[in-house]
């Protein structure tokens, strides 16, 4: 089995700190061993930061409320010897349970109060992945982006990313919209894998605006140095004025890089 070094970091996009707007984005990684198997995990959460009536929302609550819960609630589906490839299902429908129990003790009273609670501080993306070492899996509600070698996977959802917390509210409230009943879902063989990432949905939007932006960085700049991945983002967010938007990232490589290629080419999932 490979040995993997891992790095986090997280900045506040331009745009929200001009505006004295939290960061909205949130993290969680972990490394377990259970029943002779060890597994590495990690997650990216984005909040929502604009009501459609203008009102200033505090998503970066759901989407520090999911980091902890994730962080917690793997480990036990996991020591329930569950498939890594069905783990996706199983936190989808515990994490909507989590997130309902929270709405309910919080907003008592009318409909319109308990809708006006779960927009304001549930409403957040999910990007994560779960891997026993050999077999990786990456699993998604909204925007982000993965990064798989040299392949970048953009998930776009054109603005309405499926937030977990839709299934609070009542359809009616939601138009035409459907809300999936379970994470989206992509399968890598590790033994491919020398590096990965995932990340929400700011480096997208800043590799959009500029195809020609290296994110090597996310890995190779400071490589000894567990902070050299946030120091990047500092240094790409504050000296060239990088990432309008909240960027968070969670990535890993082999310290034996083998040299392969990208296992998918760029590409842009649609919702």
């Given at each position: 089995m490979k040995m993997y070094s891992v790095r986090i970091g997280s900045v506040t996009g331009s745009a929200h700190r001009e505006k004295g707007i939290n960061n909205q984005d949130a993290a969680m990684h972990l490394q377990m061993t259970t029943s002779g198997a060890s597994y590495q995990c990690g997650a990216v959460f984005d909040g929502c930061t604009y009501r459609?009536?203008?009102?200033?929302?505090?998503?970066?609550?759901?989407?520090?409320?999911?980091?902890?819960?994730?962080?917690?609630?793997?480990?036990?589906?996991?020591?329930?010897?569950?498939?890594?490839?069905?783990?996706?299902?199983?936190?989808?429908?515990?994490?909507?349970?989590?997130?309902?129990?929270?709405?309910?003790?919080?907003?008592?009273?009318?409909?319109?109060?308990?809708?006006?609670?779960?927009?304001?501080?549930?409403?957040?993306?999910?990007?994560?992945?779960?891997?026993?070492?050999?077999?990786?899996?990456?699993?998604s509600a909204g925007d982000g982006l993965i990064i798989a070698n040299d392949g970048i996977v953009l998930i776009d959802q054109d603005d309405r990313p499926h937030y977990l917390a839709y299934h609070l509210i009542d359809r009616r409230m939601l138009s035409d919209f459907v809300p999936p009943d379970t994470f989206d879902v992509s399968r890598f063989n590790m033994d491919d894998l020398d590096r990965f990432a995932i990340a929400t949905d700011g480096l997208g939007g800043e590799m959009k605006?500029?195809?020609?932006?290296?994110?090597?960085?996310?890995?190779?700049?400071?490589?000894?140095?567990?902070?050299?991945?946030?120091?990047?983002?500092?240094?790409?967010?504050?000296?060239?004025?990088?990432?309008?938007?909240?960027?968070?990232?969670?990535?890993?490589?082999?310290?034996?890089?083998?040299?392969?290629?990208?296992v998918e080419d760029y590409a842009v999932r649609p919702s």
């Open positions: 459609k009536d203008g009102k200033r929302s505090h998503n970066e609550v759901g989407a520090i409320l999911l980091a902890s819960f994730f962080r917690s609630e793997i480990p036990l589906i996991l020591a329930a010897h569950t498939p890594i490839g069905d783990v996706p299902a199983v936190l989808y429908q515990r994490a909507l349970g989590y997130l309902g129990s929270i709405a309910r003790a919080t907003a008592v009273g009318t409909p319109d109060s308990f809708w006006d609670f779960v927009r304001t501080h549930l409403f957040c993306t999910v990007l994560g992945f779960v891997t026993d070492g050999n077999e990786l899996i990456a699993f605006k500029d195809p020609s932006f290296d994110s090597s960085g996310i890995w190779g700049y400071e490589p000894k140095a567990k902070a050299g991945l946030q120091w990047w983002l500092n240094k790409a967010s504050n000296d060239e004025h990088r990432f309008s938007d909240d960027c968070t990232v969670v990535a890993f490589k082999t310290n034996a890089p083998n040299g392969k290629k990208g």
